[in-house]
Every structure is written in C-alpha cells, then in structure tokens.
T-cell receptor, first 112, second 116 residues
Framework: AQSVTQLGSHVSVSEGALVLLRCNYSSSVPPYLFWYVQYPNQGLQLLLKYTSAATLVKGINGFEAEFKKSETSFHLTKPSAHMSDAAEYFCAVSDSSSSVVFGAGTILRVKS | KAGVTQTPRYLIKTRGQQVTLSCSPISGHRSVSWYQQTPGQGLQFLFEYFSETQRNKGNFPGRFSGRQFSNSRSEMNVSTLELGDSALYLC???????????????FGNGTRLTVT
C-alpha cells in the first residue's frame, strides 16, 4: 500500500525567502508523484508531477521538486516566496493500478 | 475547455436526511474520483469511477455510495446523514485509462456540506 508523509503541517517563511515543503512517500512499485495546491474555498490545482522522465520536475508559479529514490522523497521548493504563494500544499502518490493517495497537507504562510 | 463542475456549492442538511451531490467532469475525461476533506482527517478517498464502473473504493461505510452515467457525469449519495459527515466533498476527473494512473486529477471547487 502506498502512503505519503508531509513533514510540518504549517510552514512560515518571509517574502523572498526559500520555500521548502517536505514529502516522503512509501510505495512498493515505481510511483507517480504529484504536488497540488489549494487556495481557500477552492479545489486542488496541479503544481507538478513526476512520472520517471526526469528527477527534477519544474511546475507552475516557479515551483520545482526533486525525486530522490534513495531517500524516498519528493520535496517541493521555490527560490523566492511571494505573498500569493500562501495556500495549502498537498503531496500525492499513485502507481499503475491504484488511486491517488494524498498527504495531510502543509499550510504555507508568507510573511511580509 | 470547461473545468470540473460540482453542484450545489453549499448544502445544509439535518441528521438522518440523505443528500445527493453532482459532478460534471472535463469533457473527454472518463475517470471521476470523489474525496472528503475535513480539518481533522484531511483528504480521504471515497471512490473512483471509470466508464460507469467503480474502479476503487475507500474505507467509508455503506451510507456513502456513488454512480457514474454514460456521459461520465457522476453523483454521490450519503444516506442517514451524521454530524461527522460535515465536510467539503471534492470531485476530480482525469483522462487516465484503466490501470494508467499517471494522469493528474482536475478538481472541482467542491460542495460544502453542513449537517446540523
């Protein structure tokens, strides 16, 4: 069975600072990995996905994530935080036969 | 292309009643999944339909049911509502073919259900 662990339910950064949101996964087969973002009163939007083509994945809004098999990690980063990045972020995993499993989410706060 | 549409947006029901939520997927998408989102439990998978067949089911009681129509639209039903069913119910569609789950999910804005 697959699972996802997001370290830190809340992360706070200053505007312009590096954003790092951590995600570790567990999967018995090569996984597909995703990051989604949710703004208040909205559904989730895809930020980026990993499907084994390249270990460093670039997404929308300047976000990127690196797949590290040895660490079973897929951390999300952005070099410089913007106020509009404040939202809740979800890491998710699936494989070729199962549905998507989401992590518990990390709320990102950006301080001015 | 229109996005995933969920109706109604907000719903208030009383304990013991039943409710039906509707989801229209993105045109061409044949897979529809439903999730329950609450502050305490996060996003929990309810079920997934593909071409009118339930492909996967989460760990929810039988009071939660769903179906998918030939046009890929989906409904979920909750019978004998309990206070704990208050949540945001999210529907997501994808173009993923059977057994090919690298297709991202496209979410609607959800139905906020409040049970009093």
């Amino acid at each position: 069975a697959q699972s996802v662990t997001q370290l830190g339910s809340h992360v706070s950064v200053s505007e312009g600072a590096l954003v790092l949101l951590r995600c570790n996964y567990s999967s018995s087969v090569p996984p597909y990995l995703f990051w989604y973002v949710q703004y208040p009163n909205q559904g989730l939007q895809l930020l980026l996905k990993y499907t084994s083509a390249a270990t460093l994945v670039k997404g929308i809004n300047g976000f990127e994530a690196e797949f590290k098999k040895s660490e079973t990690s897929f951390h999300l980063t952005k070099p410089s935080a913007h106020m509009s990045d404040a939202a809740e972020y979800f890491c998710a995993v699936s494989d070729s036969s199962s549905s998507v499993v989401f992590g518990a989410g990390t709320i990102l706060r950006v301080k001015s | 292309k229109a996005g995933v549409t969920q109706t109604p947006r907000y719903l208030i029901k009383t304990r013991g009643q039943q409710v039906t939520l509707s989801c229209s997927p993105i045109s061409g998408h044949r897979s529809v999944s439903w999730y329950q989102q609450t502050p305490g439990q996060g996003l929990q998978f309810l079920f997934e339909y593909f071409s009118e067949t339930q492909r996967n089911k989460g760990n929810f009681p039988g009071r939660f049911s769903g179906r998918q129509f030939s046009n890929s639209r989906s409904e979920m039903n909750v019978s004998t509502l309990e206070l704990g069913d208050s949540a945001l119910y999210l529907c997501a569609s994808s173009s993923g073919a059977r057994g090919h789950n690298n297709s991202p999910l496209h979410f609607g804005n959800g139905t906020r259900l409040t049970v009093t």
